[in-house]
């Protein structure tokens, strides 16, 4: 197996790995699939944008294929390929902790607004007016603590693990993936 194929096997892995841990017992929306949108975009994206967003959607696809199918699921996935393009478009060229953290605190807001606009247009639980919509966020607000607090906590073990990986195995720091 080549570098680059030892690299991309080491960040799909990565990527399952966290998609496999939404299907642990957490605390409401304290997950990894925001940093792991956030990672592959920022480490497939080389490759190309597809691949960048085949990633994390299809492992999403397969935790939700155990979990079950829900409600407004395609307005979730459209927000996490919106952070995945966040991650390829910020992160695929420099990788710094400041970095890391501002983009999972933008992932975690793009999710936030992505996803309640979502229930309140298509749910019909809130009046489709302004007053509505507000209400709709406000309603969210609590939810924001913990999607921020996983979001940032998963992008410190994604990011931070698979660059002390980079530093342990020198073949997995090969710029070509």
Same mark, same amino acid.
């Given at each position: 197996?080549?570098?680059?194929?030892?690299?991309l096997v080491a960040?799909?892995?990565?990527?399952?790995?966290?998609?496999?841990?939404?299907?642990?017992?957490?605390?409401?929306?304290?997950?990894?699939?925001?940093?792991?949108?956030?990672?592959?975009? +920022?480490?497939?994206?080389?490759?190309?944008?597809l691949l960048a967003?085949?990633?994390?959607?299809?492992?999403?696809?397969?935790?939700?294929?155990?979990?079950?199918?829900?409600?407004?699921?395609?307005?979730?996935?459209? +927000?996490?390929?919106?952070?995945?393009?966040?991650?390829?478009?910020?992160?695929?060229?420099?990788?710094?902790?400041?970095?890391?953290?501002?983009?999972?605190? +933008?992932?975690?807001?793009?999710?936030?607004?992505?996803?309640?606009?979502?229930?309140?247009?298509?749910?019909?639980?809130?009046?489709?007016?302004?007053?509505?919509?507000?209400?709709?966020?406000?309603?969210?607000?609590?939810?924001?603590?913990?999607?921020?607090?996983?979001?940032?906590?998963?992008?410190?073990?994604?990011?931070?693990?698979?660059?002390?990986?980079?530093?342990?195995?020198?073949?997995?720091?090969?710029?070509?993936?």
């Open positions: 197996m080549t570098a680059s194929q030892t690299r960040i799909l892995t990565g990527i399952a790995g966290a998609a496999a841990l939404r299907l642990v017992p957490h605390p409401p929306n304290f997950t990894p699939i925001g940093a792991m949108a956030l990672f592959g975009g +920022a480490y497939l994206g080389r490759r190309g944008l967003l085949a990633a994390p959607l299809g492992a999403l696809l397969i935790s939700d294929l155990v979990l079950g199918f829900y409600d407004g699921m395609l307005i979730q996935y459209v +927000a996490v390929a919106l952070v995945a393009v966040l991650g390829w478009t910020v992160l695929s060229k420099s990788k710094s902790p400041v970095r890391v953290g501002l983009s999972a605190i +933008a992932g975690s807001l793009i999710f936030f607004f992505v996803t309640n606009f979502g229930v309140w247009a298509v749910s019909g639980m809130y009046p489709l007016n302004a007053a509505g919509l507000a209400a709709c966020f406000t309603a969210a607000i609590p939810f924001f603590q913990n999607t921020l607090a996983g979001d940032l906590f998963y992008a410190t073990l994604l990011f931070g693990g698979f660059a002390l990986l980079e530093k342990a195995v020198p073949r997995l720091s090969a710029q070509v993936a």
